[in-house]
């Protein structure tokens, strides 16, 4: 519960730029807000998926300490706001993210950035495989939920690289939900009852695949993922790393550990929560909390008195 009280402050002084066109300006305010909370919290903590390179990120940066350094160390996965530009543009789907995981035990996203992902509920979870093609995995989810492919709902960032997978989804008969940004909001839907979504595939962000991987453990889901090289520098980081690109990925080879937690505030609407509601001088907030030990998924609504966040407040 301590975690959600740093997603809650990013969101909330990022929700203060929604609809602005100013998604650097967003972004800082949540980095700023997530930060200061994140010293408050009770763990010795690592940030391994962060804002950046020191040099790049003056806080939140990959390998900074935060938290008040007792107890066991701590990996530390953090998006202050995934989907800035859906922040900026007021569209649907941005979420404030944080993740935490036994120290040493989150895959190093560094050598490629993107990957291949496939991300299913607890239902499909054993049938799927990437290396399936796109209309047998389709298939075999509608099998194992019990409906026809038709009923499928795929939801898949809207990327030209994309164009091929959407007409394989579509010529299957299953229907596919198009999203700007925002893959992590994306991943948990198809994980969630009530959602509308049931699938999601595509080319997206490792980093925001490993965020995924966390919240996933909790729900019984599954995150297959396929390092996606852009080019040949990509491809030597990998080798020197001794990353094999073909290699299928699951959730404990992005996670291995089995102590996980998640947790993410909404910023604007979205298919996984509701956004930053402003009433005066209260602010509503609504979150996911999620421990993958016990599989507990909690929602939590909230109210917060408006003057006591002024400081993060945009002016």
């Known amino acids: 519960m301590e975690l959600v009280r740093v997603t809650e402050a990013a969101a909330i002084a990022a929700g203060h730029w929604v609809g602005a066109g100013d998604k650097n ?5 949540a980095v700023d807000a997530m930060r200061s909370f994140l010293s408050t919290v009770d763990f010795n903590g690592t940030v391994v998926i962060g804002e950046g390179e020191k040099d790049e ?4 940066f990959n ?10 160390a701590s990996d530390i996965a953090v998006d202050p706001i995934d989907g800035t ?9 941005a979420l404030s993210v944080i993740a935490v995981a036994d120290g040493g035990s989150m895959f190093d996203p560094s050598a490629v950035f993107y990957m291949e992902k496939l991300v299913v509920g607890p239902e499909a979870a054993d049938f799927v495989d ?31 690289r994309h164009s091929d997978l959407v007409d394989e989804i579509r010529k299957t008969g299953a229907r596919t939900r198009m999203i700007l940004d925002g893959d992590v909001a994306g991943a948990i839907a198809a994980c969630r009852e009530g959602t509308g979504v049931d699938v999601m595939m595509g080319t997206g962000g490792t980093p925001e695949g490993i965020v995924t991987a966390c919240a996933v453990k909790a729900t019984g889901g599954v995150i297959q993922g396929r390092l996606a090289p852009t080019d040949e520098a990509e491809r030597e980081r990998a080798a020197a790393a001794g990353l094999d690109i073909e290699q299928v990925l699951t959730t404990d080879d992005l996670v291995t550990s089995d102590n996980c937690f998640f947790a993410a505030t909404g910023i604007t609407d979205g298919d996984l929560l509701r956004g930053v509601r402003y009433h005066g001088n209260q602010i509503t907030t609504q979150s996911l ?3 993958s030990r016990s599989g507990t ?6 109210e917060h008195v408006a003057a006591k966040w002024e400081k993060y407040a945009r002016h």
């Open 289 to 291: 909390v999620m421990r």
């Open 25 to 29: 300006s967003a972004d800082g305010a």
């Open 130 to 160: 990437l290396r399936l093609p796109v209309k047998q995995n389709l298939h075999l989810v509608a099998r194992a939920k019990g409906v026809p492919v038709n009923q499928l709902t795929v939801c898949v960032l809207d990327r030209p």
């Open 57 to 60: 990120a003056p806080m939140l």
């Open 85 to 93: 530009r859906l922040t900026a543009l007021g569209m649907n789907n």
């Open 63 to 72: 390998g900074e300490q935060v938290g008040e350094g007792s107890g066991a």
């Open 297 to 302: 998924v909690r929602v939590v609504e909230a």
